[in-house]
């Protein structure tokens, strides 16, 4: 008989490329899990970070932010600087394709986060 996930219920995982790492005694964080949150029809509601935000929280908190201050913002507002490295990659991957967007558009009066 095989033992069956109890992905459903409300358990803390990790957050792992795109699906979520379970942490169920049966997966013991090893399965992978893209339908996080159970059958909620807003899973982002129930996908929090290490300071009890959730994801959804967190954009609410952001969407006002001006562009030039939003990568500050948002290691302020998750409170995790955990993957620093690939967050500086990401940020510089945005601030090359801002510019070259710019160069195309020719919009000087947009800003590139610092």
């Not at 996080?36 to 935000?53: A, D, L, M, T």
């Amino acid at each position: 008989m095989s033992e069956v996930c109890c992905q459903p219920r409300y358990l803390q995982g990790v957050i792992k490329g795109t699906g979520y790492l379970c942490s169920c005694d049966v997966c013991k964080g090893q399965k992978c899990h893209a339908g996080v949150g159970g059958k909620s029809e807003h899973p982002y509601k129930h996908i929090f970070f290490e300071n009890r935000k959730s994801i959804y929280g967190v954009v609410q908190e952001l969407k006002n932010n001006p562009q030039e201050m939003l990568f500050d913002a948002i290691q302020t507002v998750t409170g995790s600087t955990n993957n620093a490295r690939n967050f500086r990659i990401w940020k510089a991957s945005y601030q090359a394709a801002t510019r070259e967007l710019q160069r195309i558009y020719g919009k000087d009066d947009a800003a590139i986060p610092s």
